[in-house]
């Protein structure tokens, strides 16, 4: 069993920061990707920003510039800094992980999601 727990989102005027965090646990052998993908009302989800054990960070072209991931191997969390927000960045945040279990002797692959955190941003 693996989880994924995301906090930190609120409201927020546009222009300001937020940061969101996703602790894992559980029978974690390794994480090889870590994303935070974002579901706006009426939208299908998207994935916002991304980062892989060998360090590279893929972001959508709507965050460039505005938003960073980064991890933490340790504490098997990944943060989400987000800068200037915009109106548009309001949506459910969720926390994705591309996991390695390891239970009884057996590595299983794992895709694991965390429950989501709302971000509102107003205008």
Known sequence: ??????????????GGSLSLSCAASGS???INVSGWY???QGKE???????????????????K???TIS???AKKTVYLQM????????AVYYCNADVRTYEDYVVRALDAWGQGTLVTVSS
Not at 3 to 11: A, M, P, R, Y
Not at 45 to 62: H, K, M, N, Q, V
């Open 38 to 40: 974002r579901q706006a």
């Open 71 to 73: 991890g933490d191997n």
């Open 28 to 30: 974690i052998h390794s």
């Open 1 to 14: 069993q693996v989880q994924l727990v995301e906090s930190g989102g609120d409201l927020v005027q546009a």
């Open 83 to 90: 800068n200037i927000l915009k109106p548009e960045d309001t």
């Open 45 to 63: 989800r998207e994935l916002a920003a991304a980062i892989s054990s060998g360090g590279s960070t893929p972001y959508a072209d709507s965050v």
């Open 65 to 67: 510039g505005r938003f």
